[in-house]
């Protein structure tokens, strides 16, 4: 081979590496749970000691189910350790890391992906009837916040918003989320998760008598 072919080709292998997609080059720690236009929704496992290779994730927001310490290297050889706390919340921008769990527990987290090419420019909530929110993470293309809902919250059927919504269930609870064209969800364990897409229909109702929690990722 020539040497300025040669050199195109040694230039480009970074490029091909960082554009790896976790969930084919490690099924195994990532799993897809949400697939569609707005968002993918990722659920993330990594036990003790385990590592994934190279790979890359658009703008997202990760929200850990448990505590736990990551180490990341990124393709400049750099690494970065972060704690991993539960029931929060982190705008990620878009980044290539190989991950590695050096702490003492099972890394398990949500990763919601946002696939539009730019952020949306509808009107996020600042506050609704029967859910007190507490604000996580904001960024331009949405926000997380912890959510929990009155034992006598209800949106009647035919309920509809204008943002995408990612629900995420700090279970187990009893609420029932039926939105239009879906089976209605009854039972929520730790870490389910619904997507509601903006404009759809849809009703949904706390049946457990008790205060419920949920992490709700808003999109514009």
């Known amino acids: 081979m020539k040497p300025l072919k040669l050199a ?26 949400v697939d569609n236009p707005s968002v993918r929704v990722i659920k993330v496992q990594v036990g003790v000691g ?10 997202a927001i990760l929200v850990p189910l448990d505590s736990g310490k990551a180490r990341f290297k990124m ?4 690494t970065e350790d972060r704690e991993l706390v539960k029931e929060t919340a982190a705008y990620t921008p878009a980044f290539t890391h190989a991950p590695e769990n ?3 527990t099972k890394i398990d987290a949500i990763l919601v992906e946002f696939k539009a090419a730019a952020p949306g420019t509808a009107t996020l909530p600042t506050a609704r009837p029967g859910v007190e929110q507490t604000v996580l993470a ?18 009647p059927a035919g309920s509809t918003h204008e943002f995408d919504q990612v629900v995420i269930g700090l279970g187990p ?5 039926a939105v239009e064209g879906q089976p209605a969800k009854t039972k929520w364990a730790r870490g389910d998760v619904q997507f509601i897409p903006r404009g759809a229909k ?15 990722v808003a999109i514009k």
């Open 202 to 216: 849809h009703e949904s109702k706390n049946t457990s008598g008790k205060p419920i929690e949920f992490i709700i």
């Open 173 to 177: 609870a009893d609420m029932t989320v």
């Open 75 to 78: 393709p400049d050889g750099k």
């Open 50 to 59: 385990e590592k994934s290779p190279m790979h890359s994730h658009p703008d």
């Open 102 to 104: 050096i702490g003492t």
């Open 138 to 155: 904001e960024t331009q293309r949405g926000v997380a916040f912890k959510a929990t809902a009155a034992a006598d919250f209800a949106e």
């Open 8 to 33: 195109v080709v040694l230039a480009a292998l970074p490029l091909a590496a960082s554009a790896q997609d976790p969930v084919k080059v490690d099924p195994g720690h990532y799993k897809v749970l």
